[in-house]
């Protein structure tokens, strides 16, 4: 039996607790393990150029910590409205109403943190045990995450370089399966591929017609990483560039099954001193195996 404590007491389990079988279905990320191994290199001493993680290296602009400090003083620290304090959604509606012209009432906007926070409430009540849900490969690896543990079915549809990478009204339409109750298309992670406005309609038209929701994630609107295709260098994996080149990219199946050993995705949110850095160290790795082969 295994021991465990609860504010410093003691806590035997009963032998026969378990996980829930959805917590089964939740795979860890490939790139928490790279970026792991990334960081005991750094501890042991080795410089390593990250590329993994779509993380900023820029501080949080001044304003926003400034505004945080003020309602600290403030005493404005208790519970909010769990939509969000309202003054807020009055100014991102007016916001869209400034920037895009158009008209958003504030009830209808909900304040969260980050997108995944949005996205699992809203495929929460979308979805229901078994329902299915059509989206591209690959995509963003947290979606197949919270469709698992909705007891959802993700349907992924494989895309490439012929579609730009785009989930296409065609291709949507060829994929559709019975108990389909969402689609997810526009913009991708990890290839940053935005589907045109006339195509955005089509999609949402065919959803529309058959009784399901579109789901749009505006926050990765923007290239934002690159998704070289690594096929003509014939490397096994991605471990090569961290431990030989000391450059730490994200594996390709995290982004699901199609074609996952053939890319890699390389994260621009970095200074360009970095981008050249790391794309330097890649080429005297390669230019290293080439000389040896």
Partial sequence: M???AIEGRPMVEHPTSRLAERAHRVEPFHVMRLLGRARELEAAGRSIVHLEVGEPDFPTPEPIPAAGRAALDAGL?????AAGLPALRQAIAAHY??????EVDPARVLVTPGASGALQPVFSVLLEPG?????????????RQMFGLMGAEPVAVPLGPETGYRLTPERLEAAWVPGTR?????PANPTGAVT???????????C??????????????????????????????EDLYVEEAGVALTP?????????NRHVRLAYTRDFEVLDEGVRRIGDFLAGLGSTT
């Avoid at 109403?97 to 158009?102: F, K, M, T, Y």
Wanted: aromatic share 8%; hydrophobic share 40%; charged share 20%.
């Fill in 77 to 81: 620290t208790h519970y909010t409205p």
């Fill in 182 to 186: 969402a689609v997810v298309a526009s």
């Fill in 131 to 143: 329902d299915r849900v059509i989206l591209g490969d690959p995509s963003y690896p947290c979606y």
């Fill in 2 to 4: 295994a021991e465990r």
């Fill in 252 to 260: 390709d199946q995290d982004f699901g099954a199609h074609e996952c």
């Fill in 196 to 206: 045109s406005l006339d195509e955005l309609c089509a999609i949402q038209a065919i």
């Fill in 208 to 237: 529309r017609a058959r009784g399901a929701a579109l789901i749009v994630d505006e926050i990765y609107r923007g290239l934002t990483y690159g998704v070289p295709d690594t096929t003509a260098l014939a490397l096994a994996g």
């Fill in 97 to 102: 109403a400034q920037r895009h012209g158009v």
